[in-house]
């Protein structure tokens, strides 16, 4: 007597021990196939890449020694499956409990296919999984961002009164940064949705581009994040852009020096303070012309130039003069416990500053030659061009 056949149907991104054993459980009824969903469905469904390709996650479904064969399933939507099923007309369709349905019980039914439950349960002695869970809990690499100087300019609200330019650094995640700390962490989380674990090896300008548009919805009349925050992740080594009213620059310039690069990371450290305090509005009060645009904008020039002369002491002085120019513009920055931790560096660092638009979050030190690195500081490491 010829086995009855079992369809099963799914994602099976970022295939698991739960997969495994649902494939199991289902095989006990018969040979099993297994329909799997195409990116595009995915995508549609879930607002979301997938981990795996198409090809990989068939690839491995047909590994899998429960399975006598598996398919792409050619649809759209939660029945994507169906022209699978048409092709494998299995004698029994197996679901978890959660993928259950009225529709695709009525749908057996119709066809005089077998409908069968399963309840979720891991195998014997394994936690239970799930691919929601895993993606959760999933480290990213996606880098940070560190602003040097120029912070504001890419807001036009600001560069209208001058153009200038705005420095930033992509930071590799060897520290996981706290939300609403200057870091772009709101950019970057918008970065997870395109590129959950890390970015591709693609044309960095045009990543960021991408990013700046996904983040900063047209139909949005409210905040608009700046596109230094979306350079500053894509784009690796350090970076200069250059804003004169508009939300994305007109020039953009890049520095891959291997001893520019590892002299920054001799220098800056990074200090935690606090998360900026909900309620915080740092735009409340501020003052803007084009006398402080102006000296915002001098003192980007001038670290840019320091940083590439390796001059400390030159780059100090234009660290310095950037936040100020930042803080006279914006003193809601200043908010509370800030002046307290630069306080408590003052002694120890050439020049200060903190990053994104302040209230709180870290604190950038320039450190001289040869200083100790204190336990609460946190070191950096820029990301090269070739590190993907």
Known sequence: MDKKKVFVSGCYDMLHSGHVEFFREASQYGDLYVGIGSDKTISELKNRKTVYSEKE???????????TDAFINSGSGMM???????KVKPDVFVVNSDGANDTKRRFCEDRGIEYVVLKREPATGLVARSTTALRDNMASYLPYRIDLAGTWIDQPYVSQFGGGWALTISIEPTYEFMERGGMSTSTRNAAKKIWPIELPNYNEEMMARL??????DPENKGHVSGAQDAIGICMSGLNRHYYDGHYWPSRIESCHDEKILAWLEEHIVIVPMFPRRPGCSVVEGKDINHEKVSRLSNAASRAWDAILNCDLDAFAQAFKDSFH???SMFPAMMQPGVQEYIDKYSSKALAWKMLGAGGGGHLALLLPDNATIEPEMISIKIRRKDTF
Do not use: G, P, S
């Open 80 to 86: 994507d499956f169906v022209n699978t099923l048409e």
């Open 211 to 216: 990013l700046f548009c996904f983040e900063n």
């Open 57 to 67: 996650r068939l690839f491995m479904v047909k590994a899998i020694r429960y399975v």
């Open 325 to 327: 120019a930042q803080i």
